[in-house]
């Protein structure tokens, strides 16, 4: 005999649990009985003219924006040209009229440090530098080494 068969003998089929009579025809009654009451459904508010009309403002607001940005952006995109923080117009006009400018400038696609290696292999010291460039170092610069060369002694600006 199983195990389960020898339960079923001593204890019986039922499983002690009963439904009152009658509960789940009252079970409904009684829950919405003590349920509070339902709140009124709220009336539509009449909207004004301004408030139909507020959301297209705003959006042809925001396109009218959008639109003038681009615009702007255009407008300095074609009058700026080549010109940049390293290029302001203002040094290129009193360079032009100074008249010791008289090349066109060349724009090398080295980097700074290819450049900074090309000068100091040109100079073993800063007085040939401000010779061939009619360049004053700032006095705080004048002690600065190239290639092991003390600079001179620092001249006033």
Known sequence: MRQEDK????????????VPDGYFEE???????ALPPY?????????TKWQRVKPYVYMAAMFAG???????FHHISTSAGSLNLENPPEALIQLAE?????????F???SDYDLEREVCGNYDSFD???TDFGYELNPEYSSLEISGTPAKESKSV
């Open 39 to 47: 709140p009124e459904a709220p009336r539509s508010v009449e909207l």
């Open 27 to 33: 079970l409904n009654v009684r829950i919405m009985s």
């Open 7 to 18: 339960l079923i003998e001593r204890f019986g089929k039922d499983p002690g649990f009963r």
């Open 108 to 110: 090398h696609l080295e």
């Open 66 to 72: 959008i639109w003038l940005m681009m615009n702007m």
């Open 128 to 130: 040939d530098f401000e």
């Open 98 to 106: 100074s008249g010791s400018y008289d090349a066109i400038p060349v």
